[in-house]
T-cell receptor, first 113, second 113 residues
């Protein structure tokens, strides 16, 4: 079992709709959670970070964290064709000996005009 | 500089050749990560530095891979006797400290022929 799991997609949504992405993680020691967007051929770009249970909103993006259930999600409201990309969930566990940021395999999102 | 800088952007190596990939993190960033990303996959953790100390190298796939950050700033990932399976994009990321967001460079695409 991978440490961070995501549905690979593609998740196809019509323009203007809400895209909902989910991510589960296995390590209960995880403390920080991030969503990155990666366009084809480009490097990952940070779009959201969340550290405590609940919702965090930034523009059209909302991240949700539930540590008890070990999942984190991302909602994209009013989806635009420019949102078409792969979305990577990343989980950080801070340990005394290090600091490991682990990624899921990514969910590919396609927003159709 | 304004962001994480990696060089070269592209590298073609003949099988058996040694390569060195450079990462220049954001100024003042303590934490530095190296990742390997195969086509269609999420980034896979290779190694982590806190300043000049390599605190976690559990992701390095073999003893042909070596990373260093001697002065706590620029880092080099070296791959000896490259194999075809080493072909991937190598990503470097840095963060201000152990708890904050990591920002990625543009990556080095390595092709071993």
């Amino acid at each position: 079992q991978k440490e961070v799991e995501q549905n690979s997609g593609p998740l196809s949504v019509p323009e203007g709709a809400i895209a909902s992405l989910n991510c589960t993680y296995s390590d209960r020691g995880s403390q920080s959670f991030f969503w990155y967007r990666q366009y084809s051929g480009k490097s990952p770009e940070l779009i959201m970070s969340i550290y405590s249970n609940g919702d965090k909103e930034d523009g059209r993006f909302t991240a949700q964290l539930n540590k008890a259930s070990q999942y984190v999600s991302l909602l994209i409201r009013d989806s635009q064709p420019s949102d078409s990309a792969t979305y990577l969930c990343a989980v950080k566990e801070v340990k005394a000996a290090g600091n490991k940021l682990t990624f899921g395999g990514g969910t590919r999102v396609l927003v159709k005009p | 500089g304004a962001g994480v800088s990696q060089s070269p952007r592209y590298k073609v190596a003949k099988r058996g050749q040694d390569v060195a990939l450079r990462c220049d993190p954001i100024s003042g960033h303590v934490s530095l990560f190296w990742y390997q990303q195969a086509l269609g996959q999420g980034p896979e953790f290779l190694t982590y530095f806190q300043n000049e100390a390599q605190l976690d190298k559990s992701g390095l796939p073999s003893d042909r891979f070596f990373a260093e950050r001697p002065e706590g700033s620029v880092s080099t990932l070296k791959i000896q006797r490259t194999q075809q399976e080493d072909s991937a994009v190598y990503l470097c990321a840095s963060s201000l400290d152990r708890n904050t967001e990591a920002f990625f460079g543009q990556g080095t695409r390595l092709t071993v022929v």
